[in-house]
């Protein structure tokens, strides 16, 4: 569309287009006389409101074009006869091609750089006008919120009418998973022993990431320790408060595990040990696969038959 502009002087004549937005009827007045009309059904002209798109003066001198304000143009061109349907045609394209908007550029980056693509469109935008960005993650990233000139986790730039600046902030996923093995069945009143594998396969580090491990009741004098640990992992001392064990890995790089053994005292009594343990990621790294973040294993105790001798 051509520019909204605002020109009054009683001293002069003027050629105007007026559009009425809920019929679409663009309005053409040589001074306050009506001249015609005619359907603008292609949207050509969507001005604000029914908007003054260009005036034209019968005064002498070269084409003028004014800012008067920002999105608003003041469009002043020379005729010195009636107006026809040509002139009328002629001074718009003339003030279309001639009038450059003032637009406003926006300077759009991603953090982490390699995390994401984020752009805004248009970029730049018109005085005025709106611009929306979207922000898309990199393989082994997710996408967390924006910052600067937008907040939260979508970003619309409206009614723009100075430079702009967003980032699109980016966080490495992790996928933190456990892998626990026991003893398919042990005599009761004899040891029992647990191994926890917990690995972060990546692609982000996981620091942080907590694990618990709630030890079946039947199961008594638990303990807890750490054991190997691999691809820079370091594993925290694990907490036991009765049958509650937890701990976590302060140090969890991608391609890293962390290996902890828990033991105990089987019951006496027949049962079957359900035993599960779950690893979480820290708060703020997103967990890529939610369904490895937990392992059981069931460890049947059979009678314990006492042998007595018989004189």
Not at 188 to 196: A, D, I, Q, R, S
Not at 279 to 304: E, F, R
Request: aromatic share 6%; net charge negative; charged share 10%.
């Amino acid at each position: 569309m051509c520019w909204k502009g605002s020109f009054v002087n009683d001293r002069f004549s003027f050629v105007t287009f007026t559009r009425d937005a809920s019929t679409n009827i663009i309005s053409v007045y040589v001074g306050t006389t009506p001249a015609g009309t005619y359907k603008d059904d292609a949207g050509d002209y969507v001005p604000s409101a029914q908007d003054v798109i260009f005036m034209m003066d019968n005064t002498t001198g070269p084409a003028n074009i004014v800012e008067a304000s920002p999105g608003t143009v003041t469009y002043i061109a020379l005729i010195d006869t009636p107006a026809t349907p040509g002139d009328i045609a002629g001074l718009q394209a003339q003030a279309c091609a001639s009038v450059v908007a003032q637009t406003f550029p926006i300077t759009v980056s991603a953090s982490p750089a390699g995390g994401g693509v984020a752009s805004c469109s248009p970029n730049p935008v018109l005085s005025g006008d709106d611009s929306i960005c979207t922000a898309t993650p990199n393989p082994g990233f997710a996408f967390v919120n924006w910052s600067g000139d937008c907040s939260g986790t979508t970003c619309t730039l409206s009614n723009v009418t100075s430079a702009k600046s967003v980032t699109a902030n980016f966080v490495g996923t992790a996928d933190v998973q456990v892998s626990k093995t026991g003893p398919a069945n042990v005599t009761g009143g004899n040891p029992v022993v647990y191994t926890l594998v917990f690995t972060n396969t990546g692609p982000g580090a996981a620091d942080g990431a907590v694990w618990s491990d709630p030890v079946p009741a039947e199961i008594s004098s638990v303990s807890a320790s750490c054991g190997a640990v691999t691809g820079g992992a370091v594993c925290g001392s694990p907490t036991v408060a009765g049958n509650s064990v937890t701990g976590a890995i302060p140090t969890f790089p991608s391609k890293s595990s962390v290996t902890v053994t828990i033991s105990g005292v089987s019951p006496l009594q027949t049962t079957t040990l359900v035993n599960t343990a779950t690893i979480d990621p820290p708060a703020g790294v997103p967990d890529s696969d939610t369904t490895n973040n937990s392992s059981t294993a069931s460890t049947s105790t059979p009678v314990h038959l006492q042998s007595f001798e018989v004189d």
